[in-house]
T-cell receptor
Framework: AQKVTQAQTEISVVEKEDVTLDCVYE???????LFWYKQPPSGELVFLIR??????QNEISGRYSWNFQKSTSSFNFTITASQVVDSAVYFC?????????????FGTGTRLKVLA | AAGVIQSPRHLIKEKRETATLKCYPI?????VYWYQQGPGQDPQFLIS???????DKGSIPDRFSAQQFSDYHSELNMSSLELGDSALYFC??????????????FGPGTRLTVL
């Protein structure tokens, strides 16, 4: 089965705290792709990062960092020194193919509230 | 840079009416996807098109149909609307040629309210 689990439904932190959003995936494919998207209160889905199954190198982009571990099927996302503008719902997604083209299976999302 | 365009942004319909949602993908993108996001839910895949041909189908009701036209824009047609169809409908586009590696770019969504 192809599945993405985001066990944290909602997280609240105080500004400047670090926060990690968890993502666990299931797939039988040997080649697969993982993504993180941000959905702010305005509703649009904003692409944050992509990772393919052959690239376990962790990545840092400003205050954002991602930890991909195939051994635990996890692709976690950390925000350092959180800001109020980080408040949003964050979705982890697995790109899967059933007929040659790809579609996303999303996790249920984690709502992050950053309090001033 | 050009983004995915969706129209209308908001739509209010009565039960049993029909609705048509439009999507204009990013230029040169060859794959279009439709997703439905209910209140407090994650987006669910409905249907996709690659080079104007339907390429995959998800949990799309039989009351819904979609197509992609020669100019690559896509339309999602919804008939016999039900209260449960109230949701945010996203269109996304990508370059399909590289498979699942290329990210999907999402439009702003159409918020459909069925009364």
């Amino acid at each position: 089965a192809q599945k993405v689990t985001q066990a944290q439904t909602e997280i609240s932190v105080v500004e400047k705290e670090d926060v990690t959003l968890d993502c666990v995936y299931e797939t039988r494919d040997t080649t697969y792709y993982l993504f993180w998207y941000k959905q702010p209160p305005s509703g649009e889905l904003v692409f944050l990062i992509r990772r393919n199954s052959f690239d376990e190198q962790n990545e840092i982009s400003g205050r954002y960092s991602w930890n991909f571990q195939k051994s635990t099927s996890s692709f976690n996302f950390t925000i350092t020194a959180s800001q109020v503008v980080d408040s949003a719902v964050y979705f982890c997604a697995l790109s899967v193919s059933t007929s040659g083209t790809y579609k996303y299976i999303f996790g249920t999302g984690t709502r992050l509230k950053v309090l001033a | 840079a050009a983004g995915v365009i969706q129209s209308p942004r908001h739509l209010i319909k009565e039960k049993r009416e029909t609705a048509t949602l439009k999507c204009y993908p990013i230029p040169r993108h060859d794959t279009v996807y439709w997703y439905q996001q209910g209140p407090g839910q994650d987006p669910q895949f409905l249907i996709s098109f690659y080079e104007k041909m339907q390429s995959d189908k998800g949990s799309i009701p039989d009351r819904f149909s979609a197509q992609q036209f020669s100019d690559y824009h896509s339309e999602l047609n919804m008939s016999s609307l039900e209260l449960g169809d109230s949701a945010l409908y996203f269109c996304a586009s990508s370059l399909g040629i590289a498979g699942g590696y290329n990210e999907q770019f999402f439009g702003p969504g159409t918020r459909l309210t069925v009364l």
